[in-house]
């Protein structure tokens, strides 16, 4: 493989598409493991539907949602001067909204298996909620959270459907490696696909082997 | 002064208690069957649970009382409780599970308030222990130094040595009785074991299934045993 644009493009999004499904998945997965509200089904079938949708289907809600027809587009477009679709930012949601729902759910059922005694203990205490959630129920899961961040990357990395379609395939841009392999395949470029397969299997490996080995060490 | 009041009931999930009964200075068991509401009563007492009807006072604060809308939030209750197991936090040292309910300006003086009562309950050697690794009695010690430090209106205690073993339940039984002696503490201690009330109580609260059935004080010569066995079956 003589241009590792993509490898290092994709693992920009990854971590960046991460790092913001992390913090929003961490919050949802509080509030469904924790919070009694109207809506709650709702939200849990929204934030899981990533998983159960066609990446390609997915990619064009996100089409829909982020295009320069839609408010989020036009409002991206006035404040930046030119589209949002068709850029590194549109593959960081696209990798991002396809993660959330593994480090949703991975999270939530770490949350609802901590202790309640040791939630009761800290507000005997006297701690106020957001202290019982820092100091004890956050730490408490802080194995399962690691557990789903390591999916969500895994599947932030290697999502195809959904950033081709937001993001395209413009080599030397948007050009992600999933993408990059299918355009080697396409183009009888074997060494490259074999290469980019390689690298992407071996993140996939190592993500799932940091998922067991903390689901191991809680045993 | 009366330090507990409750005149409740009090409803978790399916299962209703009625629970009716005074505690003051000293060791008040609540005595009964399991599943009679012991349990359930220290938790409305910890405003883990709310009471569907009546009132619970700690001191001359009502804490609970629906028909009011009152409901003081456990934040706010001051009081200390000690479970079955001891529930410490896996992650933090055991001067660690105590500091994080001290009292205190700042991390140095919740400290050493935390290492003062680890002191205490005779657990000083295990400060920085991993917690992970501590027996079931040493875990109780510490639990019980947490439960301590912030110097609660009232203990709660729910079976805290029914899953020791023998010499150590002796131990922590001892260790209670002098910690509420040193203190003047008012302590509700639920158990199902006759040794914990021969040792530790000043008043025995007997349960039924689902209420509380009368309050036995112990005399100057300690507690009628007799009297405690007979009456429940009828």
Redesign the interface.
């Known amino acids: 493989m003589q241009d590792w644009y993509p490898l290092w493009l994709s693992l920009r999004v990854a971590t960046t598409a991460t790092l913001i499904a992390a913090s929003l998945g961490v919050g949802f997965a509080y509030l469904l493991a924790k919070g009694r509200f109207r809506g709650r089904g709702l939200l849990e079938a929204v934030v899981t539907l990533p998983i159960v949708l066609p990446p390609t289907v997915l990619g064009y809600y996100l089409l829909t949602t982020l295009g320069v027809n839609s408010p989020i587009g036009r409002a991206w477009e006035d404040l930046t001067g030119s589209p949002l679709v068709f850029t590194i930012p549109a593959a960081v949601i696209a990798a991002s909204v396809s993660a959330l729902p593994f480090v949703v759910r991975t999270a939530r059922a770490a949350l609802e298996e901590v202790d309640p005694r040791l939630e009761a203990v800290a507000r005997i205490a006297g701690h106020p909620e957001w202290r019982v959630a820092a100091s004890v129920t956050l730490p408490a899961a802080r194995r399962g959270i690691t557990a789903g961040i390591a999916l969500g990357f895994a599947r932030a990395l290697g999502d195809f459907g959904a950033t081709v379609m937001v993001a395209g395939n413009i080599p030397g841009r948007t050009q992600t490696l999933p993408i990059a392999v299918f355009d080697a395949v396409q183009a009888g470029d074997q060494a490259t696909a074999r290469t980019g397969s390689l690298l992407l299997a071996g993140v996939a490996v190592v993500a799932l082997l940091v998922v067991t080995q903390t689901a191991s060490r809680r045993a | 002064m009366t330090a507990l009041t409750v005149d409740a009931t009090i409803t978790a999930g399916t299962f209703t208690v009625t629970a009716a009964f005074e505690a003051g200075t000293g060791v008040t068991a609540l005595f009964g069957p399991s599943g009679s509401g012991k349990s359930v009563t220290l938790a409305a007492i910890?405003?883990?649970l709310r009471p569907t009807t009546g009132v619970i006072r700690i001191g001359d604060q009502t804490v609970a009382d629906p028909r009011e809308g009152v409901h003081v939030?456990?934040?706010?209750?001051?009081?200390?409780?000690v479970?079955q197991?001891a529930?410490l936090?896996?992650?933090r040292s055991p001067l660690d599970n105590v500091a994080?309910?001290a009292?205190g300006p700042s991390r140095s003086a919740r400290r050493a308030r935390a290492t003062e009562w680890l002191e205490r309950v005779g657990a000083s050697h295990l400060a920085t222990s991993p917690t992970r690794t501590l027996s079931g009695g040493e875990q109780q010690r510490i639990a019980l130094a947490?439960?301590l430090v912030?110097d609660p209106s009232v203990l709660l205690l729910d079976e805290p040595f029914s899953a020791l073993d023998g010499p150590t339940r002796i131990q922590l039984r001892d260790l209670v009785a002098a910690l509420v002696a040193d203190q003047g503490l008012t302590a509700v201690l639920v158990t199902h074991d006759l040794a914990d009330i021969t040792d530790l109580a000043d008043r025995v609260v007997r349960y039924t299934p689902g209420r509380t059935h009368d309050t036995i004080d112990a005399g100057p010569g300690g507690l009628d045993l007799h009297r405690l066995e007979r009456g429940l079956e009828e």
């Open positions: 910890a405003g883990l939030r456990t934040q706010d209750r001051r009081i200390g409780m479970f197991h529930a936090l896996p992650h994080l309910a009292p947490r439960s912030a």
